[in-house]
């Protein structure tokens, strides 16, 4: 069983943090170290940990993880500019918190996929 994070607390709101969406499936919110002009995170209501752990049962979920992606591009603007999804998996990855979150960055270039 993984132990829950921030994230938890943030969706039932014991940590007051405003809400750009949430439904009975997902939950987003700014990221509060912002990487780009727009930065959302897309957090299943569900503790699922890393991509690793994302099964069959789960993908309900997380296709309304990118239907509701795509609707805060839209509410935010960016749609048509364009943005990027990203889930980050594990160490190498770059995953800092251990509940999956789809970041939604955009509103300005974002340059390359990976800095090298
Ligand atoms: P990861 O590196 O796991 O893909 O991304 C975790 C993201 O969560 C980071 O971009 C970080 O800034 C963000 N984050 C961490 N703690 C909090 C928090 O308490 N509130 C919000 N809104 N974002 C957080």
């Known amino acids: ?10 969706i039932r709101q014991e940590i007051p943090t405003p809400l750009l969406y949430q439904d009975d499936l997902v939950t987003a919110f700014s990221d509060i170290a912002p990487k780009a002009k727009v930065h959302i ?3 299943p209501n569900e503790l699922i940990a890393t991509a690793n ?5 789960h993908e309900q979920v997380i296709g309304r993880m990118y239907t509701v992606a ?3 591009a839209k509410e935010q603007g960016i749609d048509q500019s ?11 990855g770059g995953q800092e918190v251990y509940h999956i979150h789809l970041h939604l960055l955009g509103g ?6 990976l800095a090298k």
């Open 53 to 57: 752990d994302i099964e069959a049962e």
């Open 108 to 113: 300005e270039p974002l340059g390359p996929l």
């Open 1 to 10: 069983m993984a132990e829950e994070t921030i994230f938890s607390k943030i």
């Open 70 to 72: 795509k609707r805060l």
């Open 41 to 43: 995170l897309i957090v």
């Open 82 to 92: 364009g943005y990027r999804l990203i889930m980050n998996c594990n160490d190498h």
